[in-house]
């Protein structure tokens, strides 16, 4: 029997009733406390008084230097003050209604004492007395200098978890066993298991306890990527047969014909793509750029070589909208090489559907633009090759097993303008390959983006009219209630009626919003894209993926309202041409961390910078909001910290997969079957 598995009440000290508390944290066997890590630590060790920052917690040792003076307010209440040599230097000591120790404190006698230092007043607040020192230097070192805190309960203390983890190291830290590779261990030079769980919890210094931390964050983060990375593997390997033989002088004579050369980095994504549909696995890749990057063209690209290779290809938007502008896009670039190009929305009649799902059973449409109804329902392909997929992080499994269920494996990329740091990327998206745009197309000015008050809208209004006489073109998104979109189409319609008034007859302002027909915002959309309508009213359906070069100005209404994400996507929708553009952000922002936010939209126009300033302001679990799909949780390892051994770990498992040949279906079983007989197949086998 595996001790690991063994219920806590083996524990000593631990009953039946305190059995039960600890199952509300999710504490039952022996392994899940020794793997319940404390959240912080509270460090009781003496350092130089010079070196602790004001506020912070403070351990001293002094000599008492005055009687201690006790004052009382009412019965119970009551501050003593002692004078402490601490140093050469002099410490006021502040105890609140603790005046019982009074008595065993006398002039002459060292004294330990921590709690909160006020440096300006050479002041501690104490929060805990020693008053008999221990003399050797041994009894000091055994000592608990740096103690653990751990999510408690009502039910158990800090404390008393802080002794069960004490005795249950007693009785099975020898049970404890290594579980990385030992030449991994040897180059990474790790402390042994054994080591690094006693110190997580007890370390005897600083630096023992971020060695027991970096060993435990790169284990988790280790078996996570060999998951992954089989996972990958497998899936590659389940997919052959499926090699194009596309033939690259036309794909590099349809490049050189563009209006415009490519960067150097949506050259390289090319590449990375072609080389994926020639080889003969199916390609799982996300191409990851900032709002303006030139993703679009990219798929053009890769959706042209996939026609050339004899197969169908299909792009789906997130919107209506978008698929019309992806079609249009398309169109114009595909059609002067004779490829039929079909739109596919829910608006369509149905005698046109019905030409259109014949003409790509049989073969005559190239490629089809649609939302994501598109791989569904009676839509079939005569031999579709490559489905691209804009604004999205991930091919959904359901969606992979539809076109499975039609006898169907096609290529897969799944273009994302949330542009995430790499760290995060390569460890959400392990089982797949990232291409990253990290350069904008040349001549881009960097957005202003200022920040202003509500009471500033007048100006704002003032200065959308000077852009638009300059022949420029406007948004103003909307405030946003969140839940509820009749409120929100109502502060538009507000907003609308509002810039109609201003503007006159001078310009036209269009309103779009989420209760207009996908024909009504369509017939919108175009009168903007041709500069008909100078200034867009708009709730956030706007949000993602519109282009309209012309465009110049963005105004955001509620600002603090949105996600750092959502905000710099709002803002990419301007900045598309060679024109100055302005981003307005009208927002008042309770918190500090709202202000922060706003700041950062001020100071920086890199989404991947955006993102990583928001990933470090709010955490990799709130960065992709509650809901979102895709993104492990980890016991200890952070993702916003622990860069290093991420890397480290990837590395580390690409190597044993490559090397040996490691990766078949008997060792991914047998890897299942030893994290499971360890007790610890959900901690590792993150699904
Ligand atoms: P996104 O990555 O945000 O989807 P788009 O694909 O919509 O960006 O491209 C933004 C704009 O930049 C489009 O108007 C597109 O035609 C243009 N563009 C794309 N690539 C280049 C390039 N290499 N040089 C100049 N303009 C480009
Ligand atoms: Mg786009």
Redesign the pocket.
């Known amino acids: 029997m595996n001790q690991m598995l063994l219920p806590v009440t083996t524990v000593t000290g631990i009953g039946e009733v305190k059995a039960q508390a600890l199952a509300e944290l999710g504490i039952e066997t022996v392994h899940d406390l020794l793997f319940y890590f404390p959240s912080r630590y509270e460090d009781y060790s003496i350092r130089e008084l010079s070196e602790v920052a004001n506020g912070e917690r403070i351990t001293i040792r002094g000599e008492v230097y005055a009687e201690p003076a006790v004052r009382f307010f009412g019965k119970r209440r009551s501050r003593m003050m002692v004078r402490l040599v601490v140093d050469r230097a002099v410490v006021t000591a502040i105890w609140f209604n603790q005046h019982y120790l009074k008595n065993r404190i006398k002039i002459g006698q060292e004294i330990q004492v921590s709690g909160k230092w006020e440096k300006n007043r050479m002041q501690v607040t104490v929060s805990e007395t020693k008053t008999t020192i221990p003399k050797t230097t041994q009894q000091q070192s055994e000592e608990v200098k740096i103690k653990p805190i751990y999510p408690a309960s009502a039910a158990v203390t800090v404390k008393q978890i802080q002794r069960y983890l004490q005795q249950a190291l007693q009785q099975y830290a020898s049970d404890i066993e290594e579980i990385l590779p030992a030449e991994i261990r040897e180059r990474r030079l790790f402390i042994s298991r054994r080591e690094a769980i006693t110190a997580i919890h007890f370390p005897t210094s600083t630096a023992l306890g971020i060695e027991a931390r970096k060993r435990l964050a790169y284990e988790e983060l280790f078996f996570y990527q060999l998951k992954m990375q089989a996972l990958q593997l497998v899936q590659k390997r389940n997919n052959q047969g499926l090699a194009m033989p596309i033939p690259l002088e036309p794909v590099r004579a349809f490049v050189r014909a563009l209006p415009?050369?490519?960067?150097n980095a949506?050259k390289r994504a090319l590449k990375e793509i072609l080389d994926d549909l020639q080889a003969d696995f199916g390609m799982n890749r996300l191409l990851q750029?900032?709002?303006?990057?030139?993703?679009?063209?990219v798929a053009a690209v890769a959706l042209y070589a996939a026609t050339q290779a004899g197969c169908q290809g299909a792009l789906m938007a997130p919107t209506e909208i978008l698929a019309e502008q992806h079609a249009a896009t398309l169109t114009k670039l595909l059609a002067p090489y004779g490829l039929q190009v079909g739109l596919l929305t829910g608006g369509m009649s149905a005698p046109i559907r019905r030409e259109l799902l014949g003409g790509l059973q049989m073969g005559l449409i190239d490629i089809v633009v649609g939302t994501h109804a598109l791989i569904q329902d009676d839509v079939h392909f005569s031999k579709l090759g490559l489905v691209i997929t804009?604004e999205q992080h991930r091919f959904g499994v359901e969606q992979r097993r539809v076109l499975r269920e039609k006898g169907l494996q096609p290529n897969v990329l799944c273009?994302t303008?949330t542009p995430i740091p790499r760290t995060l990327a390569i460890s959400v998206f392990a089982d797949m390959d990232v291409s990253t745009?990290d350069e904008l197309?040349?001549?881009r000015k960097p957005i202003e983006t200022y920040w202003v008050k509500e009471n500033m809208f007048e100006r704002v209004l003032a200065f959308i009219a000077k852009e638009v006489n300059n022949g420029r073109q406007a948004y103003v998104i909307c405030p946003l209630i969140e839940e509820s979109e009749k409120i929100d189409v109502q502060n538009a319609l507000d907003v609308h009626a509002q810039l109609v008034h201003y503007f006159g007859e001078q310009s036209q302002v269009g309103l779009l919003h989420g209760r207009m027909t996908s024909k009504e915002k369509e017939q919108v959309m175009r009168e903007f894209s041709a500069n008909q309508i100078q200034v867009l009213v708009s709730t956030t359906v706007i949000e993602v993926?519109v282009?309209v070069?012309n465009a110049t100005v963005m105004v955001v209404y509620d600002a603090e309202r949105f996600g750092l994400a959502q905000l710099h996507q709002l803002r990419?929708r301007v900045g598309?041409?060679s024109e100055q553009s302005t981003c307005i952000l009208i927002a008042d922002p309770k918190t500090e961390v709202g202000r922060e936010r706003m700041r950062i939209m001020k100071e920086t126009c890199d989404g991947f910078e955006v993102a990583r300033r928001d990933l470090a302001l709010r955490g990799p679990g709130d960065f992709f909001g509650t809901k979102q799909s895709g993104l492990p949780e980890f016991r200890l390892a952070d993702l916003t910290q622990d860069f290093e051994q991420l890397e480290l770990a990837r590395a580390d498992a690409a190597a044993i997969l490559r090397t040996e040949d490691f990766w078949t279906d008997d060792n991914y079983a047998f890897l299942r079957a030893y994290l499971e007989q360890q007790g610890i197949l959900e901690q590792y086998m993150l699904d």
């Open positions: 415009f050369r490519l960067t949506q750029g900032d709002v303006g990057s030139g993703k679009t063209i804009d273009m303008a745009l197309p040349a001549g993926g282009d070069p990419g598309r041409g």
